[in-house]
């Protein structure tokens, strides 16, 4: 986990989190696909938030080879453009991060589900937010569905006149379901050469078998 850009202590809660999702079968023998709209990632952070009580972390300096990062709510991240904390970066963040936990351990925390269109998820639309969000097929089962569907719209109530998740998030107002853990954290460099060196051992192993 160390190996993460984001940080160790982050991407171990994620992992954390990720643990509670319940996904439906991958090869369809449930036949529980027909009516399912799928589940934006904009959703999924939305659940990780009502879920621990945290957003994942801001960078200071995107575009450097070595990125900083700040806590999502703190006074460093207050002082960045306000965009930098809209959901649209949550969302390209944790979708990057999923690729990340993949290319270090090997494993898909996520189901690869067959995308039988174009828009492989449509569950922002049938809320009413008519621009395309990127998604996965398939819905799981949320922890705190509830409470994080209920963010979900307010969220969205607020930016429907602008046709884009362009606005920060809220904090949630319930009680996380999992604790934030601060470990010791490598610096971004010592980060960024240990997934270095992780992704050439992996691939080493692949040209093994």
């Not at 027909?34 to 904009?42: A, V």
Request: hydrophobic content about 35%; overall charge positive.
């Amino acid at each position: 986990m160390q190996a993460v850009s984001l940080g160790g202590s982050i991407a171990t809660l994620v992992w954390r989190w990720l643990q509670l999702l319940e996904w439906p079968s991958c090869d369809g023998s449930d036949n529980s696909d027909l009516g399912d709209w799928g589940i934006t990632y904009f959703e999924l952070v939305v659940n990780f938030l009502t879920c621990t009580g945290h957003a994942l972390p801001i960078a200071i300096n995107p575009g450097e080879r070595y990125v900083q990062y700040c806590q999502y709510w703190s006074d460093d991240a207050l002082l960045l453009p306000p965009r930098t904390r809209a959901a649209h970066i949550q969302v390209y963040s944790l979708e990057k991060l999923f690729r990340q936990l993949f290319t270090l351990s090997g494993y898909h925390v996520v189901p690869s589900f067959e995308k039988k269109q174009w828009w492989p998820c449509k569950s922002l639309h049938r809320l009413g937010f008519r621009a395309p969000a990127s998604g996965i097929p398939r819905r799981p089962k949320l922890p705190l569905v509830n409470e994080t569907m209920t963010m979900v719209h307010k969220y969205l109530e607020k930016c429907k006149d602008l046709g884009s998740l362009s606005l920060p998030l809220d904090k949630p107002t319930n009680n996380p379901i999992l604790q934030f853990e601060m470990q010791d954290e490598l610096s971004p460099k010592s980060r960024f050469r240990r997934a270095a060196k992780v992704r050439k051992q992996s691939k080493a192993r692949r040209q093994e078998d």
